[in-house]
Structure formats: structure tokens, C-alpha cells
């Protein structure tokens, strides 16, 4: 066992795959240290469990299994954390800088045991997919629709929005947050934060989806006292489904 890792081990090692004299522009050139820190990775794994194990054939051992892993893991790192990472440095780049101190193995551990519908509602919202005018650029509802003066109608503004975020208090049953990336379910994500989350996407989308001529009249008129009506009744039968 130990000779066939310490032959895969130098299969893959930096000087190993620089014998090879391949151009720069190889796959193989560019990812030759990832390369090596995979194999080490897989190494050391193996190794591990060999000794757990107390084996030393290399059949009872997955080998391939484990260096397929590291290398995955290593070449293509995950790419739905960097399209939440870019996505969120450019929606909500006020809310959350710097990403880099995010630890994205708590939300992936939390939405694994989440309600699909609740996956769901929480990667549109952090990829900025609410149908906001904002992102559409209609031109239907380019201000706030609850009611907060000089805001634009982006997902940006809505994740702090009073207006929006107070109906989601008057109905919920639970603690709601004033830290946008709790109210995203990013830092302490929890089952109260994101129904929280849900009962705020619910009731924008159902206002945006079958009352808009009520939201443009509210923004035209500066009077939200229907929106803010019909926006709690929709907030309360969500929070009863929760």
C-alpha cells in the first residue's frame, strides 16, 4: 500500500510533471501545484485510512476514489460559493464586506437539512433574482413599494427595507434580525431567520404578481396605507404556513 501512494504521490509532484517538458499553457503545467497539493491531500487520507483500517492491500483501499476527490476539489473549487461570493460583491456591497471572513460550510450545512422551497427562496435572494424593476430595468416599479422615500425598488434596499421587514415583524413569531446577512441566512443561519426570509420573498412577490396597479398607485400617490393592509394579510397567512 505504502509504495503504490508513494508512486501516485510522485505521479503528480510539481518536479514529476515539469520533466515532462510540456508547453506553459498545458493544463497540466498551470495546475501542476494544485496538482501536488491534491496528492498530498489524497496521501495523507489514504494513509489514514489504511492505519484505521489496519489493512495494507491496496484493493481493500478505494485509491481512485480518494485521488478523484482531492483533485475535484482542488482544480474546480465550489462553484456555487464563487457565484454567491460575485454575486453578492455586487448587490448587496453594503451589506457585506468584506466576504472573505463568511464561512460558507455553516450555510451549506444548514440549507442541506432546509425545506427545498426554502433553499429556493434563499439562492434567489443572495443571487439577486427577486423581480425587482431594478434588475429588469421595466421601469414599472423603480422605487421603493412599501413606501421608504428616495429608494430605489432593488433587492438591495428590500433586504433592509422598514416598510417590508416591519410586516414581516408584525407577523412572525420569531426574533426578527436587523443584520442584513442573518436576515440572508449567511452568518447564523437558522430555521427562525429563514422564515423570516420566506414570509419578506412572499409578500413582495405576491404584491409585485397580482398587485401592481396597487403598488404604482401607492408610489404615485405617497399613500401606502392599502399596500401596507394587504401586505400584512399576505404576511400573515405566510407566516401560518411556516
Known amino acids: 500500500m505504502a509504495l503504490v501512494l508513494k508512486a501516485a504521490f510522485e505521479h503528480f509532484s510539481c518536479p514529476a510533471v515539469e520533466a515532462l517538458n510540456l508547453p506553459k499553457s498545458s493544463f497540466l503545467w498551470r495546475n501542476r501545484e494544485a496538482l501536488e497539493r491534491a496528492s498530498r491531500k489524497a496521501h495523507a487520507e489514504l494513509e489514514s485510512q489504511a492505519r484505521r483500517h489496519n489493512t495494507r492491500t491496496p484493493q481493500k483501499v478505494p485509491c481512485q476514489k480518494h485521488f478523484y476527490k482531492a483533485f475535484l476539489q482542488e482544480l474546480y473549487p465550489d462553484a456555487c460559493v464563487k457565484l454567491i461570493e460575485r454575486r453578492l460583491s455586487q448587490t448587496y456591497a453594503r451589506h457585506c464586506n468584506p ?26 435572494t443572495v443571487c439577486n433574482s427577486w423581480t425587482c424593476s431594478a434588475r429588469y430595468h421595466d421601469g414599472r416599479l423603480a422605487s421603493c413599494a412599501f413606501g421608504c422615500t ?19 415583524h408584525r407577523a412572525s413569531a420569531h426574533f426578527v434580525s436587523d443584520n442584513v446577512l442573518q436576515r440572508l441566512c449567511i452568518i447564523e443561519p437558522s430555521p427562525n431567520h429563514l422564515n423570516n426570509l420566506i414570509i419578506a420573498y412572499t409578500v413582495y412577490h405576491s404584491l409585485k404578481s397580482s398587485r401592481l396597479q396597487l403598488l ?27
Not at 466576504?99 to 434567489?124: C, E, H, N, Y
Not at 399613500?223 to 399576505?234: A, E, L, R, Y
Not at 400573515?236 to 411556516?242: F, I, L, S
Request: include cysteine; charge should be neutral; hydrophobic fraction near 45%.
Open 216 to 242: 404604482c398607485d401607492a408610489v404615485a400617490t405617497g399613500n401606502f396605507d392599502h399596500v401596507q393592509g394587504v401586505g400584512m394579510d399576505i404576511a400573515r397567512a405566510a407566516a401560518e404556513r411556516q
Open 150 to 168: 428616495a429608494e430605489r425598488g432593488s433587492l438591495e434596499h428590500y433586504l433592509a427595507c422598514q416598510g417590508l421587514w416591519g410586516l414581516v
Open 99 to 124: 466576504l472573505q471572513l463568511i464561512d460558507w460550510t455553516v450555510p451549506q450545512k444548514f440549507l442541506r437539512k432546509s425545506s427545498q422551497f426554502g433553499a429556493m427562496v434563499f439562492f434567489k
